[in-house]
């Protein structure tokens, strides 16, 4: 086997042309991208604190355009469930200001 870079002849059995240090074409496919931390961070604390998952979840799409890494459908999850828990939170607040507001308004304690 010869190397795609040099031109050496290398062992067939070789993972890297030690000549070059360059991957041999058996083992370049077998490498996989790994998946981006902060995807699977913005994923879990979306769950905890929906904040933190938010501002995770979009650092991490950034990240993942750029590196190519695996983990946009972690990112993006991370992104709906933090939208969605901020929404109910805010939904259920608002709820309760205004049953508060209503009680007090109506002289019943």
Do not use: W
């Amino acid at each position: 086997m010869y190397c795609k870079n040099c031109g050496s002849e290398i062992d067939d059995q070789a993972v890297v042309c030690p000549k070059c240090g360059v991957l041999t074409e058996g083992h370049k496919q077998g490498l996989e991208p790994k998946t981006n931390t902060m995807a699977i961070i913005g994923f879990v604390m979306s769950f905890i604190l929906a904040i933190a998952g938010l501002i995770c979840s979009i650092i991490a799409r950034k990240q993942i355009r750029e590196s190519g890494e695996k983990g946009m459908g972690l990112a993006t999850a991370g992104l709906i469930i933090s939208i969605v828990e901020m929404a109910l939170s805010f939904i259920a607040v608002l709820i309760y200001v205004i049953v508060i507001a209503a009680a007090l308004g109506s002289g019943v304690y």
